[in-house]
């Protein structure tokens, strides 16, 4: 009578005896998956191979890289051990903590924009009331976390200008993407007596016609059909320098300007 293969395979795993070893006498943990785990130094750092995992090649990774610590007893590697721990944790918190004020950074800066305040308002209003709520409602050992929110003019100004970059960025990429997209132009005179001109695009983009403000441009000349041409023309070289935009793909409909 045959046996199964399966159950040869699991009464063979059954067999295999999982070692674990503790050379921290000799300077040294491990990493990596229990069932195949790896040296690793506590001193430096290195990551041995798995056939480094015998007593005479971690000797001489302790003896020849860290010789002042040749002679130290267990308890001192032990402490080692625990003291990178406590680094480790440190500097992930540190991170989570900076990634989370870089992110609150830009929400307020995206809130500002909207709202079309000056730059300087997160920094002279938003924070110092942020700062208050959380100190009165949550304590003062919060109000440091708060205050590592950068809201200087500069960065709100440096926000901005990021998120309307990577916007344009995303648009113009789905507009090379569209197999066709329509370009309607509108022009116009601000409270200065200065020409502006709107530019906003429609395309497909899964299935859905979707229309988005491309952009907003002075026209330092007269708004001739040419000089309108020629400021749509310099915007699409600077955000498209190493691309092409097939003729075949613009369709212009311009707006008639009332007379």
Known sequence: MMKNP????????????????????????????????????????????NESMVPSKLKRHLYSSHPSCANKDKQYFKRCLEQN??????MKSAVTVSEK?????????????????????????IKPACMEIVRLMLGPNEVKEVNKVL??????????????????????KKLLAAEKFALQIDET??????????????????????????FCKEVPERTTGEEIFRVTDDFFKISIPSQQIKQDKLLYSPVQQEK
């Open 151 to 172: 809201l200087s003019t500069d960065t709100v100004k440096r926000r901005i200008h990021d998120m309307s970059s990577d916007i344009l960025e995303t648009l113009i």
């Open 189 to 214: 005179t601000d409270i200065k007596n200065k020409a502006q001109m709107i530019a906003i695009v429609r395309f497909v983009d899964e299935d859905f016609i979707k229309e988005h403000y491309l």
């Open 101 to 125: 004020a870089l992110e609150a950074s830009y929400h307020v800066a995206k809130l500002i924009a909207r709202q079309k305040k000056t730059h300087t308002v997160g920094e002279t209003l």
């Open 85 to 90: 721990k406590k680094q480790k944790k440190f």
């Open 6 to 49: 399966a159950q040869v395979l699991q009464k063979n795993l059954k067999k295999v005896v999982k070692r674990k070893y503790d050379y921290i006498k000799y300077g040294f943990s491990w990493c990596g998956d229990e069932t195949a785990s790896r040296p690793q130094c506590i001193i430096c750092g290195d990551h041995l191979s």
